[in-house]
């Protein structure tokens, strides 16, 4: 026995190392997964769900999961006002709870809540911890799942689940972190900020000059979410005078903020010459994708010129540059 949990030890420590690591290599919308598939070497199961939100009641706004299917999170949430453990959790932040320990498995075997949500999905114990993270404002609930009602989750196992919740959770915030100051992401410049967000827009990683914009140009937001709501995949709008562009991750969205360019005085059609024509295309190319003559183009393009201030292709392109 000794022998094992020296192993373990050593075991533990590489998962940690390797989460930290490989935050920069991993996609950050499959960060998770990937943490949660590294995770399985440590503490055995057959399932996992990881769900956040900024509410204390756990409503989940991004979750991911292994052994599960998509239908699961809806269930968990639908079952919550019957499940003890909730409650356990909720009152125990960062101590993981044996669902054993919160009801005798008699009880827990005979109720709604194992009939309608565990049952169907083979589960049969479970070691569910919750975890708050300050500087974000979500709330996690990260809950581990056996098929086998005779493997049960030992105390050992939820002592080490304990250590490496916060290494989870802080491992996947040092990720999306590396992923927007490193512009995996996306690249910004001095001028521009930007935060990974969930489809509720609740923050999960931001840049300091974010907030900053938030503060100045919303004084009177509140709260640890983004005072407007998420926009569509790769556009920009403008908002309280600042122009706001989302970037798809996934079931994450990448939010920069940037005070609005002479660019953006740009209708959409005047935005796709200049893209076009900032790739290298010329008056003739341009045309076909638009199917207009080569001189509607040019006609476009000087007033382009005439409407941001510029006189040549090559001040465009330095335009366009400073403001990716």
């Not at 709870?97 to 498995?105: E, G, K, L, S, Y």
């Not at 900020?193 to 100045?216: K, M, W, Y």
Request: net charge negative; aromatic share 10%; hydrophobic share 40%.
């Amino acid at each position: 026995m000794t022998t094992h949990i020296t192993q373990t030890a050593k075991s533990t420590e590489a998962f940690i190392s390797t989460l930290y690591r490989e935050a920069a290599r991993i996609p950050p919308d499959e960060y998770r997964v990937w943490a949660l598939e590294q995770l399985s070497r440590i503490i055995d199961f057959d399932a996992a769900f990881w769900g956040s939100g900024n509410s204390a009641d756990i409503h989940f706004h991004y979750v991911c999961h292994i052994g599960l299917d998509e239908h699961y999170a809806h269930q968990l949430q639908k079952t919550l006002p019957i499940n003890p453990i909730k409650d356990a959790v909720i009152n125990n932040l960062g101590k993981p709870v044996n669902m054993q320990d919160v009801i005798a498995d008699n009880d827990f075997y005979q109720s709604p809540l194992y009939q309608q949500l565990f049952q169907p999905y083979g589960i049969e114990r479970i070691l569910a911890a919750g975890h708050f993270d300050q500087d974000n404002g979500l709330y996690s609930l990260l809950s581990l799942y056996r098929f086998d009602r005779a493997q049960i989750f030992t105390e050992y196992e939820r002592q080490l689940q304990e250590r490496l919740v916060f290494h989870l959770v802080n491992a996947a915030s040092h990720a999306f972190f590396l992923h927007l100051h490193a512009g995996n992401v996306l690249h910004t410049k001095e001028h521009a900020a930007s935060a990974i967000c969930d489809l509720n827009g609740c923050f999960h990683e931001v840049q300091p000059r974010f907030v900053t914009l938030l503060n100045e140009y919303f004084p009177n937001r509140s709260g640890v979410t983004l005072p407007f709501a998420i926009g569509k995949d790769n556009s920009t709008v403008q908002i309280n005078n600042l122009a706001v562009s989302f970037k798809a991750q996934g079931e994450l969205m990448t939010v920069t903020l940037r005070i609005p360019g002479p660019l953006d005085l740009l209708s959409q059609r005047e935005a796709q010459i200049v893209k076009w024509v900032c790739k290298g295309l010329t008056f003739k190319e341009v045309a076909r994708q638009l199917d207009v003559a080569p001189s509607t183009v040019s006609n476009h393009l000087y007033r382009i010129y005439d409407k941001i201030g510029i006189n040549s292709r090559s001040e465009l392109a330095q335009l366009v540059d400073s403001q990716r």
